[in-house]
């Protein structure tokens, strides 16, 4: 029988029903050769272990295949991206395949959907990048037996965590810009789903530990073309000295909205951004940015994964893949405007 943390399989099916094999199979491809009390013995099999056949495996002793499923609500972010290129790599490396599926849709039915047709494959285990509100509700969509690495997001205890430790990068940066005698830090905060433990809540904690005002914080999306209009905004604010932007595309749209309306970077403000996109450090100027080891977040959520399914039953862990903080030239030290 299977295991608590691994996928029923067709044989499985089998020895609950006390049939065969074959039996199982004739009956996932409808064969009329089955008599009623067979298919009934079967359903419910099925429905008592939640199995669900494979749609390119049926018939097979053994469903489950050496595929690795990525689930993930955008894959052409850089945080998206280059942690797919990581799981690839390493997938690739232990002889495993790879499906890639974006979670359409806002609802949780549109979310169903797409979860359901991984499922159906039957691979092996599932990498979800839990980057989002979406996310967090497919992550609830996935059966406790289906094995799973989460990448990112509010922690957990009872699966698998890879954490890039956003939290204490958030913190770091803020910490850093305070040091350099800015009276505070304004915050841009991207789509990012996080409760406690995002890069928006270091900040928090950092401006709150050293005593000094906690700006509203300003809510953007992923597009650098809105936070270009805030920047616009931001340029009329002589208070301002020292912007955190969620990640380092954000930063890019701020630094031209505020150089739009000649506030100049870094000596009027300061701009920091988050990840260490390949564009920051060509930029004019260089962002000042929280390098995140997106790939290496890739591979361990792999190697975790792996060892999941060799040892179903060790208590799950969080394995961390720190940021490194990156100086450049978009940070000085204050001066009033």
């Not at 996932?28 to 079967?42: A, V």
């Not at 669900?52 to 018939?59: E, K, L, M, T, V």
């Not at 053994?62 to 993930?72: C, E, G, H, Y």
């Not at 509203?216 to 992923?222: G, N, P």
Request: proline fraction near 6%.
């Amino acid at each position: 029988m299977a295991g608590k943390n691994s996928h029923p399989v067709i044989k499985d099916v089998a020895a609950c029903a006390g049939v065969s094999v074959s039996t199982v199979s004739r009956f996932l491809n409808n064969s009329p050769r089955l008599s009623e009390e067979s298919k009934e013995k079967i359903a419910r099999a099925i429905e008592l272990l939640g199995y669900r056949p494979s749609s390119i495996a049926r018939g097979l002793v053994n469903s489950r295949i050496k595929t690795i499923a990525i689930l993930s609500t955008n894959t052409t972010l850089l945080g998206s991206a280059v942690a797919i290129e990581g799981i690839e790599d390493e997938a690739r490396s232990q002889d495993y395949s790879v499906m890639i599926t974006r979670l359409d849709g806002d609802t949780p039915e549109d979310l169903k959907r797409s979860v359901d047709l991984v499922l159906d494959l039957n691979p092996s285990g599932i990498v979800l990048l839990k980057y989002d509100d979406r996310a967090e509700i497919a992550r609830r969509l996935i059966p406790e037996n289906v094995p799973l690495v989460v990448i990112g997001g509010t922690p957990e205890t009872m699966i698998d965590q890879v954490s890039l430790n956003e939290y204490e990068g958030g913190r770091e940066i803020t910490e850093y810009l305070l040091g350099l005698g800015h009276p505070t830090v304004h915050h841009l905060r991207i789509p990012i789903r996080s409760e406690g433990n995002s890069r928006t809540d270091g900040w928090e904690a950092a401006l709150k530990a050293r005593g000094v005002p906690v700006p509203q914080m300003l809510e953007t999306t992923w597009r650098p073309q809105d936070a270009r209009a805030i920047g616009e905004k931001l340029a009329a604010d002589k208070s301002v000295s020292a912007i955190f932007a969620g990640n380092d595309e954000i930063a890019m749209g701020v630094i031209r909205g505020l150089t739009d309306h000649g506030v100049r970077v870094p000596e009027d403000v300061s701009v920091v951004g988050f990840d260490d996109h390949m564009l920051a450090q060509i930029w004019k100027p260089g962002i000042t940015t929280m390098r995140q080891n997106f790939a290496q977040a890739g591979r361990e959520a792999v190697k975790a994964l792996l060892d999941r399914l060799q040892k179903p039953d060790v208590p799950s862990r969080t394995i961390s893949v720190p940021g490194t903080l990156v100086r450049r030239e978009s940070v000085t030290p204050y001066q009033p405007r």
